[in-house]
């Protein structure tokens, strides 16, 4: 049997020295006995893992509503999808795989219903009562909402792992790391879940659009990336069929991770980082694209978001969700007794616009349309 003190030993010697080693944590908010025979990291996401934040994620919307289709992708699936990339891209650099396996696995936990629709309709709603990120959520969640120890409130993670959730960031998402050492950035593992989180939701997202025809073959034409998949299959159309598409999305994963993981082997040798905090330390990240490839994964995400994210009927599903979350969130408020008893017990502590508003973040997209149906149909039951 391997001990965790093996694992660890096991962990120093094979890993770059840029890396995290989970017997260098700065350890847990609350005492707590570490297992025989898991590291400090693995039983991080072993615990994110067991959390129901996280099984909801299988009812959560990525692009398309969970009632399109049970073959496009939810917050689940894409949160498996990015942490297979993190976890290639970490052991090919040499990097922490169970620190990045974990925080992949959390970075979405606070995603409301109806993906950035539904979040961006808590923000406006939560405007005057501290705000809502599903950053800050995913840190409310394991810090705080999850109740399954009796010693201690969360799930009580590593620093390590919480700081890589906090310092997630994206286009779309802005960090706030003021409790995390504002003044660092995010250590390779973190860097490297939030480049696999990017290159997961644009080959997913591409490839959902292809599915469902809102985006067609023709409509890519021109595309350098789609050009480059077009001429390495050899094809010519003008019918997509499954299995090639199959094989085009695959390749181009391929393609794009084997050019972050060549462009930072290049970069981290030229800053001659010899620790996790000499990477933190740097002016820029690490983890990239070469210049060529950034352009060409523009180009890619430009197109998406203008021939899919925008497309009338990813719009329409959006206004429908506004309205959903906003109708909810008003007759919460209008009268709180219509809330679940145990929800209500909320109240007193968190008071009620932030009580409702994590009541909204956690509910499953079919549990918000249920729901909104049992509030506003007279002829359903209560």
């Not at 290639?88 to 629709?117: K, M, Q, Y």
């Not at 490297?192 to 073959?217: F, K, Q, W």
């Not at 694209?289 to 060409?296: A, L, T, V």
Request: charged fraction near 30%; glycine fraction near 6%.
């Amino acid at each position: 049997m391997y001990t965790r003190q093996d694992l660890e030993e096991i962990e120093h010697r094979s890993l770059a020295p840029y890396a995290a080693r989970s017997k260098d944590s700065k350890g847990r908010a609350y005492l707590d006995n570490e297992p025989d025979y898991r590291t400090a990291f693995q039983r991080d996401r072993d615990r994110i893992l067991h959390t129901t934040a996280f099984r909801r994620l299988e009812y959560k919307t990525q692009v398309f509503i969970n009632f399109e289709g049970d073959y496009f992708r939810t917050r689940l699936t894409h949160t498996l999808e990015v942490a297979q990339i993190g976890r290639t891209i970490a052991r090919a650099l040499g990097a922490n795989e169970d620190l990045v396996e974990a925080i992949c696995l959390a970075h979405d936990l606070g995603h409301s219903p109806f993906g950035h629709a539904g979040e961006s309709t808590l923000q406006k709603l939560m405007k005057d009562f501290g705000g809502f990120d599903h950053n800050k959520q995913s840190l409310r969640i394991v810090t705080e909402l999850e109740q399954r120890y009796p010693e201690f409130p969360g799930l009580n993670l590593t620093w390590e792992t919480r700081e890589g959730m906090v310092k997630h960031e994206s286009e779309y998402d802005v960090t706030d790391a003021r409790e995390f050492s504002p003044d660092l950035r995010g250590n390779l593992e973190t860097q490297i879940c939030n480049v696999a989180d990017e290159l997961a939701y644009t080959t997913h997202d591409l490839d959902d659009g292809l599915r469902s025809g809102m985006v067609t073959p023709h409509m890519l034409e021109g595309i350098a990336l789609w050009e480059i998949m077009v001429e390495s299959h050899k094809w010519r159309g003008p019918i997509l069929q499954d299995l090639e598409r199959h094989r085009m999305i695959r390749d181009l994963v391929g393609l794009l991770a084997t050019d972050m993981i060549q462009a930072t082997d290049a970069r981290l040798k030229e800053s001659a980082a010899k620790s996790p905090l000499d990477v933190q330390k740097l002016k820029h990240n690490v983890i990239g694209y070469s210049e060529d490839m950034q352009r060409r994964n523009r180009e890619l995400k430009d197109f998406l978001y203008t021939k899919l994210y925008r497309h009338f009927r990813v719009v329409r599903m959006q206004v429908k969700a506004g309205h959903i979350i906003e109708d909810l969130f008003a007759a919460y408020k209008a009268e709180p007794l219509i809330l679940p008893d145990h929800v209500q017990q909320w109240v007193e502590k968190r008071g009620l616009e932030r009580t409702i508003c994590d009541y909204v973040a956690g509910m499953t997209d079919r549990y918000a349309i249920d729901e909104h149906a049992r509030l506003h149909d007279p002829f359903l039951r209560p």
